[in-house]
């Protein structure tokens, strides 16, 4: 057998054991890594510590702890719960009113911090006690939190895209914009697909609020609206990048919670900061160990070993995206999102672009898949944070999220047979 041949089932053999025995995703990756150079005679410490160094050591990474830290700010000084409340003030009487607030306040905050996890616990610890109250079956609610807490890595400012750009060298503003279509019909679809739910149920409406206490609401949300105009307008107009629009909305909202919300005090700071720096270095420590792997995978050429596997579908763009969609859904059940975007990512774009395939639209197709693996068991990390915080059997989660699965999957078979839903505004904005 060839060293590149052995190579690639050192790398998919030593990553089904090691995940299988519960080692640090991180850690399986530099041993992997490390395993490939071995075979492949590329075997030098140096190599493996310049490549753990390199894996983080990008301007445009820097994105990834101020969103972060965005996201950490917005749920404790008071944004991400004025959101909610313009939301219930709008909305919130109508029958089912509660799950429409859990979705606009969703489509919302996701155009704020980019992170599935911090938008998904800001919603399950603030909605979930209202539905509860209220007489909403929990397993549905909480499925329906789960299902609008994935919008987030698909509308800009995300966190996954900026991953994803470094990785494969594409343009993250493309990238960002992109996903704004995509994460409005998800919206949508959450919509339409919680109305169909609401049949089955037995829900009173409620009494719309005076116009005055509404506006009061909005009136509250006004520095929370204006966040994403000006992350959005500032990459739009070239007045910051989008790592710098990250810092700008770090400290946007930052001054926010302390001098106009007031609903942070000085001392609160540091405790924000250590939980934005534990998250931080959990997913660099995925990107280090990721840049090892990644380089082997190069050396190995396990994309042109895919690219003769899948032959035959290079010559019909569409066929070929489905049937990588299919793998990704099949990856996404089992990984998280990170490290689907750093193991595989650099492997598939090849094919894709040899296809024909656009690269920008490609990453959000990937994305949008990693983000359904949030809500897909085993892994489904989304469901396990909605499933604490609302203290579930995780199987009761997964039983909810189910219709809403059912609404994204045929989103996405929309996006593959009408990927214009993607390019056009891309290219439109360039």
């Known amino acids: 057998m060839s060293p590149e041949g052995l190579a690639f089932i050192v790398f998919c053999g030593g990553m089904l054991l090691l995940m299988g025995i519960g080692m640090n ?9 490390a395993g490939m150079a071995w075979v492949l005679g590329f075997w030098d410490t140096q190599l493996l510590a310049q490549n753990l160094v390199g894996g983080v050591d990008s301007f445009a990474l820097l994105a990834v702890p101020f969103f972060i830290l965005a996201g950490e700010l917005m749920n404790s000084g008071g944004i991400s719960r004025r959101i909610i409340d313009m939301a219930q003030a709008w909305v919130g009487h109508i029958r089912g009113g509660l799950g429409y607030v859990a979705i606009g306040a969703a489509v919302l905050m996701a155009s704020m911090s980019g992170s599935a996890l911090a938008d998904t616990a800001a919603l399950a610890t603030i909605l979930l006690p209202m539905m509860k109250r209220q007489g909403y079956p929990l397993h549905t609610s909480a499925g329906l939190i789960a299902s609008g807490g994935i919008i987030a890595p698909i509308i800009p400012p995300s966190m996954p895209f900026v991953i994803y750009g470094v990785t494969t060298n594409t343009s993250i503003s493309a990238l960002f914009v992109s996903g704004i279509v995509p994460g409005i ?18 829900l009173p409406a409620g009494e719309p609020l005076p116009m005055a206490d509404r506006l009061k609401a909005t009136a509250k949300a006004f520095w929370a609206l204006l966040m994403p105009i000006i992350i959005i307008g500032g990459m739009k107009s070239g007045v910051f990048t989008p790592t710098e629009a990250a810092v700008v909305a770090a400290f946007y909202a930052l001054a926010v919670a302390l001098f106009i919300h007031r609903e942070m005090h000085i001392r609160e ?26 380089y082997m995978i190069t050396l190995a050429d396990l994309p042109g070993v895919l690219t003769g596997w899948l032959g035959p579908l290079v010559e019909s763009p569409r066929l070929l995206m489905a049937v990588m969609m299919i793998v990704l859904v099949l990856v996404g059940t089992a990984l998280d999102l990170t490290p689907t975007i750093l193991i595989f990512a650099p492997v598939m774009l090849p094919i894709a672009v040899k296809a024909g395939i656009d690269p920008v639209y490609f990453g959000l197709m990937f994305i949008l898949n990693g ?7 085993p892994v489904g990390t989304v469901l396990n944070v909605v499933a604490g915080v609302g203290r579930l059997p995780l199987h009761q989660v997964i039983k909810g999220v189910n219709p809403f699965l059912i609404t994204y999957t045929l989103l996405l078979a929309l996006f593959v047979v009408f990927p214009q839903i993607v390019t056009a505004p891309v290219a439109w904005m360039r």
Do not use: E
């Open 25 to 33: 995703m991180a850690l399986a990756l530099v041993l992997t890594g």
């Open 185 to 202: 019909l998800m919206g949508v679809g959450l919509i339409v697909a919680w109305k169909l739910v609401l049949r089955k149920m037995d």
């Open 269 to 294: 700071i540091r405790g924000v900061l250590v939980r934005a720096a534990k998250t931080t270095a959990i997913v660099m420590f995925l990107c280090a160990g990721a840049q090892v792997a990644s």
């Open 371 to 377: 983000a359904i693996g949030l809500i897909t068991p």
